[in-house]
């Protein structure tokens, strides 16, 4: 694609082209509860700490910093290093998760190496890169987005079976059942980039390919 057009959140998953583990794909609703759990652990709605007689809290959304950094875009034009870090490198961690879960790999979810799959976007200067006012109506823009992604993720639910049955007889992921869950994946975390995590101001496409 033409980087002048290209979306400054990229998302990709290396298609296993070999014959991938039979037992774990049959039972990988099983294998996947482990470090589903450790994924729940740092995924909370919501975090606090306590230094003296100031306690501090910091709201997010499914453990992704939502508020803090809203607030601060819009009041100081600023947007915390390790807050971005922690956004980046959790959202990386949870699409580990759910590709393995959909039976994208049969390797299993690391905690910090990214493996596969590979999810970037930039770091934004606030001052010069984002609208300040943008954060408080961006979930609101993105409405037609979470109707079409209830869709999309209602066939994905479905070729995500019909891979199960594939692997199972054949040891491959088909390719353009591959594509498909590929494109939701990356379509949903664009969504995530522009309304919650704030990064960018240009709006998603709405399109499966990169």
């Not at 995530?192 to 960018?200: E, G, I, M, S």
Request: charged content about 15%; glycine content about 8%; proline content about 6%.
């Amino acid at each position: 694609m033409d980087p002048a057009t290209a979306y400054p959140v990229s998302f990709s998953v290396d298609y296993p082209d070999r014959r991938l583990d039979r037992v774990t794909t049959v039972f990988r609703i099983l294998f996947v509860i482990p470090i589903a759990i450790v994924l729940g652990s740092v995924n909370g709605g919501s975090w606090q700490w306590s230094s003296g007689q100031t306690r501090m809290v910091a709201a997010g959304a499914g453990g992704l910093l939502f508020f803090g950094p809203l607030l601060m875009i819009v009041f100081r034009q600023k947007y915390p290093r390790w807050w971005f870090d922690w956004n980046l490198e959790l959202a990386r961690f949870s699409n580990r998760v759910g590709s393995y879960m959909c039976l994208m790999n049969d390797t299993y979810p690391s905690t910090d190496e990214h493996q596969s799959v590979h999810l970037d976007f930039a770091y934004p200067d606030a001052a010069r890169d984002l609208n300040q006012w943008m954060p408080l109506v961006k979930w609101f823009l993105a409405i037609p987005h979470y109707v079409v992604l209830a869709f999309l993720s209602i066939g994905g639910f479905f070729v995500v079976i019909g891979a199960w049955f594939a692997i199972l007889f054949t040891g491959r992921y088909p390719r353009g059942m591959f594509g498909y869950v590929e494109g939701v994946f990356r379509w949903y975390n664009r969504v995530v980039a522009y309304a919650f995590l704030l990064v960018t101001d240009a709006y998603p496409p709405f399109r499966l390919s990169a």
